[in-house]
């Protein structure tokens, strides 16, 4: 199974509320990257929180990492049409020998005017 | 500095035939990353590719499928004989580094399987 699972599977929401949506994990992570992907696009980096800490902010995004319960959680604030789009989660394993990256099957947001 | 390119954008083959899959990294990479991405899902690794070297191709299939990255040009993905099931959006990623903090996606090719 993947090593980050997103919930919920799908948010729908109207313009200038909140949308949350948390990824676990199973194993030791060195880094836990966010991702968003819009409709027949590739990815864009969000974000990255490393194992050490516990928050980080980028503009209207929030991050919080609890590696004790190997989980992650992303918010966006006061969402707008173009925030709608997939967001994944990808952790790297402290047990590859390299930074390998494995991804959740993600959260769809659909944001309504 | 032109992100990562992929073509064709869109592939359509049909059963039995090869499907080439083309990817420049961005100026200065030299790690290269295919991944695949079925409807609905997440990405899952494929392979990891330094210049003329396969890293870690513990996603790729067994049979049919490989890949390369050679000294000059672009990494290529094959598939010989695509089936149905291969049809899918294959992404491409690129970084300075192994060990890189973000890795920078290319917008994919959809491969179509009549």
């Known amino acids: 199974s993947q090593q980050g699972e997103e919930d919920p599977q799908a948010l729908s929401i109207q313009e200038g509320e909140n949308a949350t949506m948390n990824c676990s994990y199973k194993?030791?992570?060195?880094?836990l990257q966010w991702y968003r992907q819009n409709s027949g696009r590739g990815l864009v980096h969000l974000i990255l929180?490393?194992?050490?800490?516990r928050e980080k902010h980028s503009g209207r995004l929030r991050v919080t990492l609890d590696t004790s319960k190997k989980s992650s959680s992303l918010l966006i604030t006061a969402s707008r049409a173009a925030d709608t789009a997939s967001y994944f989660c990808?952790?790297?394993?402290?047990?590859?020998?390299?930074?390998?990256?494995?991804f959740g099957a993600g959260t769809q947001v659909v944001v309504t005017p | 500095n032109a992100g990562v390119m992929q073509n064709p954008r869109h592939l359509v083959r049909r059963r039995g035939q090869e499907a080439r899959l083309r990817c420049s990294p961005m100026?200065?990479?030299?790690?290269v990353y295919w991944y695949r991405q079925l409807p609905e899902e997440g990405l899952k690794f494929m392979v990891y590719?330094?210049?003329?070297?396969?890293?870690?191709e513990s996603g790729m299939p067994k049979e049919r499928f490989s890949a390369e990255f050679p000294k000059e040009g672009p990494s290529i993905l094959r598939i010989q004989q695509v089936v149905r099931g291969d049809s899918a959006a294959y992404f491409c990623?690129?970084?300075?580094?192994?060990?890189?903090?973000?890795?920078?996606f290319g917008p994919g090719t959809r491969l179509t399987v009549l």
């Open positions: 990623a690129s970084s300075p580094r192994s060990i890189a903090d973000e890795q920078f």
């Open positions: 990808a952790t790297d394993a402290t047990a590859d020998s390299w930074g390998k990256f494995q």
């Open positions: 100026k200065g990479h030299s790690h």
């Open positions: 194993t030791s992570i060195n880094n």
């Open positions: 929180i490393r194992s050490n800490e």
């Open positions: 590719l330094q210049k003329e070297n396969i890293i870690d």
